[in-house]
């Protein structure tokens, strides 16, 4: 016999098994009823028997109906008695039907509504029999033998779906090394305080966290909340720091849907909640069909940006997806990674250097790439500094080829992923990617004939990345200390790798051709700001247990990085978080540009000294006329701020 034949065998004698039970509560809950009321006239036993019959049948026929044998009652919750409340309230409806259609009646209404209300009690305590034997058997024992469970009290900060989840996990979580008791809810909705929730009370809006925490003796602060601004997580996160408890946060148990891993029930609170945590989404908006079904190639895709779109353009389902990039053993984790993903796409890592025009064009020859997303970069401003021949020669020289043979092979979309460094930049690093963005800009407009839709996407820090101060951070706090930052007032728009390149991908399916998207990164945050809010998050102090040094300002570092030039006019777009500047012509002899560019990667810099000035003299080439402004602009009072040289920030504090 297989092992299916068994199962099914062993499904089948459980079924009947219950049914038998069921059977056996609903006709003791008659015999009890009747023979318990003192009846004022006989009752007419010829009619009671196969009233009793007819109404078992349909008893079981309606719990088959509902579902209620085919659920494991060890492992539902309270909220699945509403099925067998529903079941057994039909059969009580048809039954006193047919009893009042039936002339003599052979049951009095009192006994139809006794041993009805009998039956659903026993339905109820036979499948939940397990709960209430456990929960009999520690309180036995707390009063017998004064043994109590150990178990941590927990309150939820959210009253929502996700705290309601929360709260079912930690009353099931018995078989794990601790257990959760939870003493209720915090939530600002004042229509909910006072209600319950999962047997636990709402208890007050989350100004009131510290008094809560106090009366109820919590020990563990669980953040139920998944769609929360920075300024309002922060706001609730200083209240929650002022109590003894612990404070954790729940994953969003909707985004662990289709994990082949498993999920921790809490986690420790990062970098990425301070800013805000919106969900990551495809708009409704967005017509997402222009990248949808094509053949996918991501240059750069070993790194924090190139690797997220690689994992994210998954959900748009690539006909196959091309992966390039010159760190190999990068490259191949991320394919072994991506492929167990998706185990049916056809994933081609290259190991090809963007610069090497002869490597990239068998890749776009062979595999005939539909959208090309240009992530390849590099982006270490002191790196960069230092070396800056091999910042032309990667981000300049490999920008050109790309977009290059884009065009030669009828490339649909391509996207060069910017940064907010190539805004009046003040470093290598940043001339060179605002020489990559005018490649772009000048290509689309010489070749406005082509086929090739080409844009540019900038945005500023992304959390998390090679290179940001958060991974810097968490390596210096490990190691004691002390956390170095350049300037007290260095400040930075961040965003979340996963959020910004969502919104990439967004803007390329946007485009329409020499298009110029940039990210609303939101809020500035204050470097030492968040430095200060890592150390406490570790339980530490700041400048007591963990030194903060001011080391100065870098070259080619900004103390303020902006998103726009002065010329620059962002509009509105059909997604709320993706601006777009006004298209502009270039003013220059846009041929000589790229002659001299060529030239450039050819050849180097003069030297390390001059090498910022001499890109910055071929920016100035292609100085461009802006267009009228559109009467559609709408640049944000932070934005506005940004654009005339004095930007505001939000404490991360």
Request: charged share 20%.
């Amino acid at each position: 016999m297989s092992t299916r034949t068994k199962s099914l065998a062993k499904r089948y004698i459980y079924t009947v098994i219950s049914i038998n039970i069921d059977i056996w509560i609903y006709v003791f809950a008659y015999v009890f009823a009747l023979s318990a009321r003192s009846l004022p006239e006989p009752i007419i036993i010829d009619l009671n028997v196969p009233f009793i019959a007819i109404s078992s049948v349909f008893l079981i026929t309606t719990f088959v109906l509902s579902g209620i044998y085919q659920r494991i009652w060890s492992q539902t919750s309270g909220d699945d008695a509403s099925y067998i409340l529903r079941a057994t309230g039909i059969v009580f409806i048809v039954t006193t039907i047919i009893n009042l259609m039936t002339s003599p009646r052979p049951v009095p209404i009192s006994v139809l509504i006794i041993y009805h209300f009998l039956a659903l009690g026993g339905f109820i305590v036979v499948r939940f029999r397990g709960r209430l034997i456990g929960a009999f058997h520690w309180r036995y024992r707390a009063v017998r033998f004064k043994e109590f469970p150990e178990y941590e009290r927990v309150l939820i900060v959210g009253a929502g779906n996700s705290g309601q989840h929360t709260a079912q996990r930690f009353r099931k979580n018995k078989d794990q090394q601790y257990n959760y008791k939870v003493v209720g809810f915090l939530d600002d909705n004042i229509d909910k305080i006072g209600m319950k929730i999962e047997d636990s009370k709402v208890l007050g809006p989350t100004d009131d966290v510290v008094r809560i925490v106090k009366e109820h003796h919590v020990e563990l602060i669980a953040f139920a909340i998944h769609n929360i601004s920075g300024p309002e997580f922060r706001r609730i996160l200083e209240l929650c720091q002022k109590t003894d408890a612990r404070i954790k946060i729940v994953p969003d148990p909707f985004k662990l849907f289709g994990q082949t891993t498993g999920a921790p029930t809490l986690r420790d609170v990062t970098p990425e909640d301070l800013i805000g945590r919106s969900i990551i989404t495809k708009h409704k908006s967005v017509d997402l069909s222009p990248i949808m079904n094509r053949v996918v190639m991501v240059t750069g895709a070993a790194g924090s940006i190139g690797s997220e779109i690689s994992r994210q353009i998954l959900d748009y389902e690539p006909v196959q997806l091309i992966l390039v990039d010159n760190n190999e053993s990068a490259l191949h984790d991320l394919h072994i990674t991506l492929q167990a993903y998706a185990p049916k796409l056809d994933i081609v890592p290259c190991l090809v250097d963007v610069s090497q025009y002869t490597q990239l064009q068998y890749i776009y020859q062979k595999y005939c790439p539909q959208v090309v997303f240009h992530a390849a970069a590099y982006k270490h401003v002191p790196m960069v500094e230092r070396f800056p021949d091999a910042a032309i020669r990667v981000n300049i020289g490999g920008t050109m080829n790309a977009v290059e043979l884009a065009l030669l092979n009828t490339v649909e979309r391509f996207v060069l992923v910017s940064t907010d460094k190539a805004v009046d930049p003040s470093s290598v690093m940043g001339a060179s990617k605002r020489i990559c963005e005018q490649i772009v800009h000048a290509v689309a407009q010489t070749h406005d004939y082509g086929i090739t839709q080409f844009t540019t996407v900038r945005f500023g820090n992304v959390l998390g990345s090679r290179g940001s101060v958060v991974p810097t951070f968490n390596r210096q706090i490990d190691q004691g200390g002390p956390i170095t930052i350049t300037h007290p007032e260095m400040t930075r728009y961040f965003m979340s790798i996963s959020e910004a390149t969502n919104l990439v991908i967004h803007a390329g399916a946007m485009t329409t051709g020499d298009d110029v998207f940039v990210l609303r990164m939101g809020e500035v945050v204050k470097i030492a700001d968040l430095a200060e809010r890592m150390i406490r998050l570790r339980g530490l102090r700041p400048n007591i247990d963990i030194p903060i040094k001011f080391t100065g300002i870098r070259p080619g570092e900004k103390l303020h990085e902006q998103l726009y030039e002065n010329d620059e006019n962002p509009q509105s777009t059909k997604h709320p978080y993706i601006t777009k500047i006004d298209s502009s012509d270039l003013n220059g002899n846009q041929v000589e540009f790229m002659d001299r560019l060529r030239i450039l990667v050819r050849d180097g810099v003069q030297s390390n000294e001059t090498a910022l000035q001499e890109l910055r003299t071929l920016i100035e080439l292609t100085d461009s006329i802006p267009k009228p402004t559109n009467p559609e602009t709408v640049p944000t009072d932070d934005e506005q701020a940004v654009k005339i040289g004095n930007p505001t920030y939000s404490s991360i504090n």
